[in-house]
């Protein structure tokens, strides 16, 4: 099956399930970490085997779409779960997933098809003023479902707010096995086309999250999250759409690049 993967402008939004956030209080608060104790490693291997809603999670419920409200994700002007980063060297685009770390070092982890190790990324805001925020400093990216993991390291934090931008915080992160059992309602936020939420389908044996949602080129890379008696649990990173079901929204875990470079997600 085709896949194609999503940089360059944008994916689309499903189900909105949470609300915006638009104060800018917690971003002198200092970092929350998010520990979980289930992780694996990824290989590889090129495998093809502010409104708060409450979303059902039945396998037929219908997809939510909502994208005017985050219409800002497109110049944040700072880093921010979503909002668009841009690769300088490449002229391209993606959506900031998550603020990660490793003992002093903050990253965003984010696709790995967003670019180039050695390849700098900045934000804009909606002036047009654009600032350097880092460097990509590892890539991982297997066409046709394989790993598709990047990180950019943080020059500072001067321009980074790690929380979602929702009422709600992050409580934590599902590994693989706690999606299929719980089988939550599953969201992404990306700049492109805000945020959508759709019912969990499966996963592959490559780590990859499908779930019911829009998506459109420059949402890759921007954070997926489950949705748990209204909490937030980290899920993963928009990967890529496939065009023959162009409602199966396909999703790296992030369980896999936790193991793999010993990451810490931040909630603040």
């Keep these: 099956m085709f896949s194609s993967p999503l940089s360059g402008c944008g994916l689309y939004s499903a189900y909105s399930a949470l609300s915006p956030y638009t104060s800018s209080s917690d971003d002198d608060e200092e970092q929350e970490d998010i520990h979980h104790s289930h992780?694996?490693?990824?290989?590889?291997?090129?495998?093809?085997?502010?409104?708060?809603?409450?979303?059902?999670?039945?396998?037929?419920?219908?997809?939510?779409?909502?994208?005017?409200?985050?219409?800002?994700?497109?110049?944040?002007?700072?880093?921010?779960?979503?909002?668009?980063?841009?690769?300088?060297?490449?002229?391209?685009a993606c959506s900031t997933g998550w603020i990660v770390g490793r003992?002093?070092?903050?990253?965003?982890?984010?696709?790995?098809?967003?670019?180039?190790?050695?390849?700098?990324?900045?934000?804009?805001?909606?002036?047009?003023?654009?600032?350097?925020?880092?460097e990509m400093v590892e890539s991982t990216y297997i066409q046709t479902g394989g790993a598709d993991y990047g990180l950019i390291e943080l020059y500072n934090t001067n321009y980074v707010t790690a929380a979602m931008p929702f009422t709600q915080k992050l409580h934590g992160w599902l590994s693989l096995d706690e999606l299929n059992d719980q089988r939550p309602r599953v969201c992404h936020l990306g700049f492109r086309t805000g945020q959508s939420c759709g019912a969990y389908l499966n996963y592959t044996q490559s780590g990859i999250i499908q779930f019911r949602g829009y998506v459109d080129h420059g949402d890759s890379?921007?954070?997926?999250?489950?949705?748990?008696?209204?909490?937030?649990?980290?899920?993963?990173?928009?990967?890529?759409?496939?065009?023959?079901?162009?409602?199966?929204v396909s999703a790296q875990s992030i369980e896999p690049a936790i193991q793999r470079w010993g990451l810490t997600i931040y909630a603040s």
């Design 39 to 92: 992780s694996t490693p990824f290989t590889d291997d090129d495998t093809d085997d502010d409104q708060t809603f409450s979303p059902d999670g039945s396998s037929d419920s219908p997809i939510y779409h909502s994208s005017e409200e985050w219409a800002w994700l497109n110049y944040p002007g700072k880093v921010i779960p979503g909002g668009q980063i841009i690769n300088i060297d490449q002229s391209t």
């Design 103 to 134: 003992e002093q070092r903050r990253f965003i982890l984010t696709a790995g098809h967003c670019g180039h190790v050695g390849n700098r990324f900045a934000v804009s805001d909606s002036q047009g003023n654009q600032t350097t925020i880092g």
């Design 221 to 248: 890379g921007g954070p997926v999250y489950g949705l748990v008696d209204d909490n937030i649990y980290a899920t993963g990173i928009i990967s890529y759409l496939q065009p023959d079901d162009s409602t199966r």
